[in-house]
Nanobody, 120 residues
Framework: QVQLVESGGGLVQPGGSLRLSCAAS????????MGWYRQAPGNERELVAT???????NLAHSVWGRFTVSRDNAKNTVYLQMNSLQPEDTAVYYC??????????????WGQGTQVTVSS
């Protein structure tokens, strides 16, 4: 059974920073791209950042220069470093992974989400 577990969310003041982590565990053969999405109340889920197994990254325009995505392939973990946080960054943040499980079919897995609240 493959699981993605996020951590690192919380309450932070405007201008502050948070680092999210997402670890994939279970019977995994390989992991391709990993990414972060977010969903604010009343909005659709939107892409924040993705990173390939080779380290190529893609960031949403709204987070350029403030957020950084990275990964540790040995730990099957993806990170999202969020700096200069603003109230509009408030959302539930979800990680996902395009992976191949042992004895399984390649598909996308999702974490359960972690709340990020930016407020004074």
């Amino acid at each position: 059974q493959v699981q993605l577990v996020e951590s690192g969310g919380g309450l932070v003041q405007p201008g502050g920073s948070l680092r999210l982590s997402c670890a994939a565990s279970g019977s995994i053969f390989s992991i391709n791209a990993m990414g972060w999405y977010r969903q604010a109340p009343g909005n659709e889920r939107e892409l924040v950042a993705t990173i390939t197994s080779g380290g190529s990254t893609n960031l949403a325009h709204s987070v350029w220069g403030r957020f950084t995505v990275s990964r540790d392939n040995a730990k099957n973990t993806v990170y999202l470093q969020m700096n200069s946080l603003q109230p509009e960054d408030t959302a539930v943040y979800y990680c996902n992974a395009d992976l191949v499980p042992q004895n399984g079919v390649r598909r996308t897995y999702w974490g359960q989400g972690t709340q990020v609240t930016v407020s004074s």
